[in-house]
């Protein structure tokens, strides 16, 4: 679902600037900080996720979650469940996920409406926590977003945690 090409792009661009064109070993990843780093991931999590709602409508009047935002959450936690559901014995030793983490976030919008894509980062990260996927989105070094085109009626959040060791 990934980009393969831009992300083989940018890990070449990074090699180039920070240590030549050797290899990275297996399984590393580069991770974007202030200072490109060489980690090896411990745990990873890949979801494909309803599309988010914004976070201009999050709360009513009576500052309670929003009917859209209720329904994003309880549809989360059904995803959560479900990707748990045929791995029950090697997920439930680790989530929630305790050390610090790095999230890619890949929108596909549901229509062509402009939309500001840093209000679609709240509700994910909010909704995951509540599914008991991770303890708190203060673990996050690191959040990557990207907005891919817009599939008609079909839109959907592609989200890859890492926790690191």
Not at 29 to 54: A, G, N, R, W
Not at 86 to 104: D, F, I, M, N, T
Not at 138 to 158: S, V
């Amino acid at each position: 679902m990934f980009d393969e090409a831009w992300l083989a792009r940018r890990e070449a661009r990074l090699r180039k600037l920070y240590g030549g064109e050797k290899p990275l070993p297996t399984g590393a990843k580069v991770i974007y900080t202030d200072q490109p780093m060489l980690s090896m991931p411990s745990i990873k999590i890949e979801l494909l996720l309803p599309f988010p709602p914004t976070l201009n409508h999050n709360l009513t009047a009576q500052r309670t979650l929003s009917a859209a935002h209720s329904q994003f959450r309880d549809e989360v936690a059904a995803a959560v469940n479900h990707k748990l559901r045929g791995h029950a014995v090697a997920y439930a030793s680790w989530l929630p996920l305790e050390g610090r983490l790095h999230a890619e976030i890949l929108v596909f919008a549901p229509d062509k409406r402009k939309r500001d894509i840093d209000n679609l980062i709240k509700p994910t990260l909010d909704a995951l926590q509540a599914a008991g996927v991770f303890l708190d989105d203060n673990q996050f070094d690191c959040i990557t977003i990207r907005r891919l085109p817009a599939k008609e009626g079909a839109g959907a959040a592609h989200v890859k945690i890492v926790e690191m060791s």
